[in-house]
């Protein structure tokens, strides 16, 4: 159970009709999702992932939505905000058959039915067997359009999220020690060996983390152990450059990938394109990371309310460097949800 009650704006109650509308637009019959991100994002509902199904159904045309709990389940479904909507919520018990129940009640299906991406393959498999002769494909098909322009609450919940991790790195400086212990939901993103840090070492510092309110953040910030190592302070300088290159391309109507471009360039000009090895940036949301991707390939325009990372980086071998920001496409241009300093911060060898 959460403490922090997430915004109720976060999860307006008209969006399982927008998907069956997006579901119908895509060709599907009917959209069913397990607990996961889409699930949350439809109704609120923060369920246990379990062996025992729990799915919410929902046909694209007649019929009305459902969502099937483990009836041990159904106390912690009614009181989280699904139980707040027009939706029927239906038990099931140990001895029942929850796919078949789902099947019976779908009825005959005119289409394939769209199924979360996450859903685990136990449920895929045991949905395949329940509605033979039916398609089984990707709710991202309908879903993705929705969940990936954000509204102004999921900005808010996202800006907040950014909040907790500027508040982590602002402390890093001070207390290198916080690096991987880390406050409420924050963590590395990435592997840190066990290997001591030591005077010239550069040290990149990726944190990561879900707030109550099921939003994610993720920032970088690169440290240096005393006095930076040769060339870092040089090719750091083009990784500040290059970070504010790519924020400052965001505006509705850009390709991702000209913002992939523009991250990308001055750090080819300036010779360190072979170090810059991964994309600039990932989508970010119920996920830490979804669509849409900053990368070379994805013509795809930018909208307001898009959420991405833009995080180049230069990896010359021993030593290398990464900044990260949260952005967020607004009509204006523009918003960026960290602001934790990107300059150079040398901590004390102890
Ligand atoms: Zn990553
Ligand atoms: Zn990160
Ligand atoms: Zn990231």
Same mark, same amino acid.
């Given at each position: 159970?959460? $403490?922090?009650?997430?915004?109720?704006?976060?999860?307006?109650?008209?969006?399982?009709?927008?998907?069956? #509308?997006?579901?119908?637009?895509?060709?599907?019959?009917?959209?069913?999702?397990?607990?996961?991100? %889409?699930?949350?994002?439809?109704? +609120?509902? %923060?369920? *246990?992932?379990?062996?025992?199904?729990?799915?919410?159904?929902?046909?694209?045309?007649?019929? !009305?939505?459902?969502? @099937?709990?483990?009836?041990?389940?159904?106390?912690?479904?009614?009181?989280?905000?699904? /139980? /707040?909507?027009?939706?029927?919520?239906?038990?099931?018990?140990?001895?029942?058959?929850?796919?078949?129940?789902?099947?019976?009640?779908?009825?005959?299906?005119?289409?394939?039915?769209?199924? &979360?991406?996450?859903?685990?393959?136990?449920?895929?498999?045991?949905?395949?067997?329940?509605?033979?002769?039916?398609?089984?494909?990707?709710? &991202?098909?309908?879903?993705?359009?929705?969940?990936?322009?954000? $509204?102004?609450?999921?900005?808010?919940?996202?800006?907040?999220?950014?909040?907790?991790?500027?508040?982590?790195?602002?402390?890093?400086? @001070?207390?290198?020690?916080? =690096?991987? &212990?880390?406050?409420?939901?924050?963590?590395? *993103? *990435?592997?840190?060996?066990?290997?001591?840090?030591?005077?010239?070492?550069? =040290?990149?510092?990726?944190?990561?983390? $879900?707030?109550? &309110?099921?939003?994610?953040? %993720?920032?970088?910030?690169?440290?240096?152990?005393?006095?930076?190592?040769?060339?870092?302070? #040089?090719?750091?300088? =083009?990784?500040?450059?290059?970070?504010?290159?790519?924020?400052?391309?965001?505006?509705?109507?850009?390709?991702?990938?000209?913002?992939?471009?523009?991250?990308?360039?001055?750090?080819?000009?300036?010779?360190?394109?072979?170090?810059?090895?991964?994309?600039?940036?990932?989508?970010? /949301?119920?996920?830490?990371? !979804? %669509?849409?991707?900053?990368?070379?390939?994805?013509?795809?325009?930018?909208?307001? +309310?898009?959420?991405?990372?833009? !995080?180049?980086?230069?990896?010359? /071998?021993?030593?290398?460097?990464?900044?990260?920001?949260?952005?967020?496409?607004?009509?204006?241009?523009?918003?960026?949800?960290? *602001?934790?300093?990107?300059?150079?911060?040398?901590?004390?060898?102890?």
């Amino acid at each position: 159970m959460e $403490t922090d009650r997430p915004d109720p704006g976060l999860y307006p109650p008209d969006r399982i009709g927008l998907a069956a #509308a997006a579901a119908r637009a895509a060709g599907l019959a009917a959209l069913l999702l397990t607990p996961g991100p %889409d699930l949350r994002y439809l109704t +609120g509902y %923060d369920a *246990h992932q379990l062996e025992r199904l729990t799915c919410l159904a929902i046909p694209a045309a007649a019929g !009305e939505p459902f969502l @099937v709990v483990p009836k041990l389940e159904l106390l912690a479904a009614l009181a989280s905000p699904a /139980g /707040g909507l027009e939706l029927e919520i239906i038990p099931w018990d140990e001895t029942d058959d929850p796919y078949a129940l789902v099947a019976g009640r779908l009825g005959d299906m005119a289409g394939p039915m769209g199924l &979360s991406d996450r859903m685990w393959a136990l449920m895929v498999l045991r949905f395949r067997d329940a509605l033979p002769g039916v398609r089984q494909d990707l709710a &991202s098909a309908a879903l993705r359009a929705l969940r990936i322009r954000k $509204t102004p609450a999921e900005v808010a919940a996202l800006r907040a999220a950014g909040e907790a991790i500027d508040r982590v790195h602002a402390r890093v400086p @001070v207390d290198f020690t916080i =690096v991987g &212990s880390g406050p409420n939901a924050a963590s590395p *993103h *990435h592997e840190i060996s066990d290997r001591a840090l030591q005077p010239g070492d550069a =040290v990149v510092v990726d944190i990561g983390g $879900t707030m109550p &309110s099921g939003y994610c953040s %993720d920032c970088t910030r690169t440290y240096v152990i005393g006095a930076p190592p040769p060339e870092f302070t #040089a090719y750091y300088r =083009v990784l500040q450059g290059a970070q504010e290159a790519a924020c400052a391309a965001v505006r509705p109507g850009v390709a991702a990938e000209a913002v992939d471009a523009a991250a990308r360039e001055p750090i080819t000009a300036a010779g360190y394109g072979e170090f810059f090895v991964h994309r600039t940036g990932h989508g970010i /949301g119920l996920e830490c990371h !979804e %669509d849409p991707y900053i990368v070379s390939g994805n013509a795809e325009p930018l909208q307001p +309310g898009m959420a991405f990372s833009i !995080e180049p980086g230069i990896y010359p /071998g021993r030593s290398g460097a990464r900044i990260e920001d949260i952005v967020v496409c607004t009509e204006q241009g523009h918003e960026r949800l960290n *602001h934790a300093t990107r300059e150079l911060v040398c901590v004390d060898a102890r």
